[in-house]
């Protein structure tokens, strides 16, 4: 494992029980992190049937798990498409622990990914898509980046995309403009930081067991009158290792970009897919 003992994580997005956020935080405080996670409140009746039956509480469940297992760990209600909550967060954060090392911009808005044909795609759903997996992505690393540079430890923003903002995904709506955004600002922003000593990479997944990646596989399905199971096989079939992803994988990924085991990356995009792509 990495040694990222005194750091202090921000992940984003992370109040899913079956979510890549959780399965990063774990990872990283494992690894000797403080970790701050953040996410949007959800109404219970919200909350997916595997939630609801443990009592899932979101972020405040999340930072709970942590701190039992002896980690520092912070939640902070925040929706990263508003301005003025993330600029609080990061104070926040600056009053709590003094520092920022680590930013993990994982919050994402699924949108209608696998069943929105563009021409069917509605604005609301467009503008709502572009604000939380771009503006969002946006705003954290410019307010969480400053502190990081006011600090002066150097440090390390991992962005999360997806293998729709490799290669253009038919029915992916704005979900694929999105991320190939989400690629393209990480080259911006790792030339912009590149010799102050904060290195700026991105991890593009392929297919994870999560809660987002359950629903995409229910719209497709629902889209293409496929029997249950059907889209799910067929996925798996299409990955060379013949399965989905854990979290935990995911997590590893970006626990190496997070460390001083990858002080000569940036810019990167780096898949973690199963051999789905080769780019």
Not at 55 to 82: F, M, P, Y
Request: charged content about 20%.
């Amino acid at each position: 494992m990495s040694n990222l003992t005194d750091k202090v994580a921000l992940i984003t997005g992370a109040a899913r029980h079956r979510g890549l956020g959780r399965a990063i935080a774990h990872r990283l405080a494992a690894d000797g992190a403080s970790i701050v996670v953040c996410g949007r409140q959800r109404a219970p009746e919200h909350l997916p049937a595997n939630e609801q039956e443990i009592g899932w509480n979101g972020i405040d469940s999340l930072a709970a798990e942590l701190r039992e297992q002896g980690h520092k760990a912070q939640a902070i209600v925040c929706d990263v498409t508003d301005k003025d909550q993330v600029v609080s967060m990061i104070e926040q954060i600056k009053a709590e622990f003094g520092r920022l090392d680590i930013i993990v911009n994982n919050a994402g808005d699924a949108s209608n990914a696998g069943s929105s044909p563009i021409f069917e795609t509605s604005e609301e759903v467009w503008n709502n898509t572009i604000d939380v997996n771009i503006n969002g992505v946006f705003l954290i690393s410019k307010y969480g980046g400053r502190f990081m540079l006011e600090c002066g430890h150097g440090g390390s923003i991992v962005m999360i995309a997806s293998l729709a903002g490799r290669v253009g995904l038919a029915d992916y709506g704005a979900y694929c403009a999105s991320k190939f955004g989400v690629i393209g600002f990480t080259q911006q922003l790792a030339l912009e930081l590149a010799k102050t000593g904060i290195r700026v990479n991105c991890v593009s997944p392929g297919s994870h067991s999560t809660d987002m990646m359950d629903g995409t596989i229910g719209r497709a399905s629902e889209k293409h009158q496929l029997p249950d199971g059907a889209f799910k096989q067929a996925i798996e079939d299409f990955i060379p290792m013949g399965r989905m992803g854990a979290p935990s994988e995911l997590a590893g990924v970006v626990a190496f970009l997070c460390s001083d085991d990858s002080s000569f990356i940036t810019g990167q995009t780096i898949n973690s897919d199963g051999g789905s792509r080769l780019d």
